[in-house]
């Protein structure tokens, strides 16, 4: 069983900046790969990034390329997001997700446990 709980979401203005954590339980973190989901209200859920537990490969989905960043740290348990550039529409309840898998991180049918959420709210 692995807990997820997710830090660092709060109220920005539009350009700035702000770095989510996600703090993990356990002594098997290496060996999960790691996501980062959101959704915002009245729609789905969609992938954010990802990174791998084998290679460390890093994932993004087209819309936080080159803004957003994801890093592991395993002796730590923890795997952060740093949102640069932060614009309105990434306005969001935002998810850490934990998943044996090592490929097709994109999709959240992959993940095997997930966080409670942190609100990043963008401001125009």
């Known amino acids: 069983q692995v807990q997820l709980v997710e830090s660092g979401g709060g109220l920005v203005q539009a350009g700035g900046s702000l770095r989510l954590s996600c703090a993990a339980s356990?002594?098997?973190?290496?060996?999960?790969?790691m996501g980062w989901f959101r959704q915002a209200p009245g729609k789905e859920r969609e992938f954010v990034s990802a990174i791998s537990r084998s290679l460390g490969s890093t994932y993004y989905a087209d819309s936080v390329k080159d803004r957003f960043t994801i890093s592991r740290d395993n002796a730590k348990n923890t795997v952060d997001l740093q949102m640069n550039s932060l614009k309105p529409e990434d306005t969001a309840a935002y998810y850490c997700a934990a998943a044996r898998a090592d490929y097709g991180l994109e999709y959240g049918s992959r993940y095997d446990y997930w966080g409670q959420g942190t609100q990043v709210t963008v401001s125009s």
């Open positions: 356990g002594r098997t973190f290496s060996t999960y790969s």
